[in-house]
C-alpha cells in the first residue's frame, strides 16, 4: 500500500509540475509551484524524515512562493 | 534560438543519445543497489547514544557536521549582503495595494502565536522534528506577515544587527572554548548525561548552538524580506 | 494488488524513475519558457527533485525516524540521518540563493525594463 501511495504522489507532482513551468499566467505558476512543495512534504514523510519535511514544508512552499509573489509584483509595476 | 526549426536532426538525435544515457545508467544502477550496506550513518548513530540527544538529525547537523553549518550560516550571511547591496538602498516605497482592515486585525492576532510556535520549534529542536533553521524561517514569516499588513512597520535594524553579531560571535566561541577545554572546535564541555535523556536540559551545548543558529537564520531572513518588499522604485 | 508495490527494489525503482521525470520536467521550461520568473521556478523544481532523490534512496521501509521516542532505548533500526541532515541545511541555502537570483532580476528589470531572458544580452545598465 505505501508503494501505491508513493507512485500516486511522484505521480501527481509531476502533473503539477508541467502545469506549474506550461501555465501562461504567471500567479498560476507560482501557485502550482506551491503544490510541488506540498507533494515533497508528503514524500518526505513517507519517508520516514520528519525534519526535513518541516523543513520543506516551511520553507519550499511557504517563504519561497512569497518571495516569487513579491517578485512578481515587482516586475509587473511600471514601465 | 527556437526549437521548431532545428527538430528534425539535431533534436533528434540529442533525444535518442540522452534516452539511451538513462536507460544504461538504470540498468547499473538497478543490478547494484546494494541491500545491507554498512554505512557511516550506523556508526554515527551509535556514537549519537553517547550524546544525549533524542533527535540523531540534529545531532549531526551540529555537533558532527558543525564547522559544516558554521560554513552554511556564512553562505547565508553572504547571499542576505549580496541582497542588500544589489537592489537600491536610496529608493523606498510602499507596495502599491494597501492591506485591508481584516488583514491587519488577523495579522495582530496571529503574529504572538506564530511566535510562539517558531520559539518552540527552535528551543525543543533537540527533542523532537524541528530545530534552529526551521524556527528561524518560521520567526521570519511571522515578521513577514507584519510587513506585508502594515505598511509603516519596519525591522528594527539595530537590535537585528546586534543579534546577528551576537550569534555569529557566540557560535565560534563556543567552539574555541570546546578546543580549550576539550581536545577537539566544538567539543561537548557542558554535562551531557545519557540519563537525561529526553529532557529539555540534556545533551550540553547542542541545544544552545542550536537556538543560536536560529536566531542567526530568523535576523537574516528578516532582514532579507525587508528588503525585498521595502526598496522598490519610486514612481 | 498493491503488494507488488511494496517490495523495496520496486519502491527504489518508482523513486529513481519519478525524481527523474520531475527534474527532466523542471529542464523542459527552464529550456523553453521565456520569462525569468518561470526560470526560477524550473530551477526550484530540479532542486526538489534531487532532494527527493537523496531522501528516497536512503529510505528503508522497516526502519524508523532518526529521533528517539517513547519505549525505545537505543538508536538501532533508524533510518540513515546524514542524507536528511544535508537535504536540511541544502533546503535553507537554496531559498537564500533564489532570493539573491530574484533580486537580481528585480534590478535587471528596473534598469531596462525586460523580463524575457530572450532580450538580455546587453552587459551594461
Known amino acids: 500500500m505505501i508503494g501505491f501511495l508513493i507512485l500516486c504522489t511522484f505521480i501527481g507532482i509531476i502533473i503539477i509540475a508541467f502545469a506549474s513551468v506550461t501555465q501562461k499566467k504567471l500567479s498560476n505558476a507560482i501557485i502550482l509551484f506551491m503544490g510541488v512543495g506540498l507533494g515533497s512534504v508528503i514524500l518526505f514523510f513517507i519517508f520516514k524524515a520528519p525534519d526535513v519535511a518541516l523543513t520543506e514544508a516551511v520553507i519550499g512552499s511557504g517563504i519561497s512562493s512569497l518571495i516569487f509573489l513579491i517578485a512578481l509584483k515587482h516586475l509587473k509595476g511600471k514601465r | 534560438m527556437s526549437l521548431k526549426r532545428d527538430l528534425p536532426t539535431s533534436t533528434i538525435s540529442g533525444f535518442a543519445l540522452s534516452a539511451s544515457l538513462i536507460l544504461t545508467i538504470l540498468n547499473i544502477l538497478l543490478h547494484n543497489i546494494p541491500n545491507n550496506i554498512q554505512t557511516a550513518g550506523d556508526e554515527l548513530l551509535k556514537l549519537n547514544a553517547t550524546e544525549g540527544v533524542a533527535n540523531a538529525v540534529t545531532t549531526v547537523v551540529v555537533y558532527f557536521r558543525g564547522f559544516d553549518t558554521l560554513g552554511e550560516i556564512a553562505v547565508l550571511f553572504i547571499a542576505s549582503l549580496g541582497l542588500g547591496l544589489m537592489l537600491d538602498e536610496n529608493k523606498q516605497c510602499d507596495l502599491k495595494a494597501k492591506s485591508n482592515f481584516m488583514l491587519q486585525t488577523a495579522s495582530k492576532l496571529l503574529f504572538p502565536i506564530i511566535m510562539l510556535f517558531g520559539i518552540y520549534v527552535m528551543v525543543y529542536g533537540h527533542l523532537s522534528p524541528g530545530g534552529g533553521f526551521q524556527g528561524g524561517v518560521i520567526i521570519a514569516s511571522g515578521i513577514l506577515l507584519l510587513l506585508i499588513s502594515f505598511n509603516e512597520f519596519e525591522v528594527p535594524h539595530s537590535v537585528v544587527s546586534l543579534l546577528e553579531i551576537f550569534a555569529g560571535a557566540s557560535y565560534v566561541i563556543i567552539g574555541l572554548i570546546g578546543l580549550l577545554v576539550l581536545d577537539r572546535f566544538l567539543g561537548n564541555f557542558l554535562p551531557n548525561d545519557i540519563s537525561n535523556m529526553g529532557m529539555l536540559l540534556s545533551g550540553g551545548i547542542i541545544p544552545i548552538i542550536y537556538i543560536i543558529v536560529g536566531i542567526k537564520v530568523g535576523s537574516e531572513m528578516s532582514v532579507i524580506s525587508e528588503n525585498l518588499i521595502k526598496r522598490c522604485e519610486d514612481v | ?125
Open chain 3, 1 to 125: 494488488m498493491f503488494e507488488f508495490f511494496n517490495q523495496s527494489e520496486v519502491i527504489k525503482v518508482i523513486i529513481i524513475i519519478g525524481s527523474m521525470s520531475i527534474f527532466f520536467v523542471g529542464l523542459f521550461g527552464l529550456v523553453t519558457q521565456k520569462h525569468i520568473i518561470k526560470t526560477f521556478i524550473s530551477i526550484a523544481i530540479m532542486e526538489s527533485s534531487v532532494f527527493l532523490l537523496f531522501i528516497g534512496l536512503s529510505y528503508k521501509q522497516s526502519f524508523l525516524a532518526p529521533i528517539l521516542t517513547d519505549g525505545q532505548q537505543n538508536f538501532n533500526n533508524m533510518n540513515d540521518p546524514i542524507p536528511q541532515a544535508m537535504i536540511l541545511t541544502a533546503i535553507v541555502i537554496g531559498m537564500a540563493v533564489l532570493a539573491l537570483g530574484v533580486s537580481f532580476a528585480i534590478e535587471y528589470y528596473k534598469l531596462t525594463g525586460k523580463t524575457d531572458i530572450d532580450e538580455m544580452t546587453t552587459l551594461k545598465g
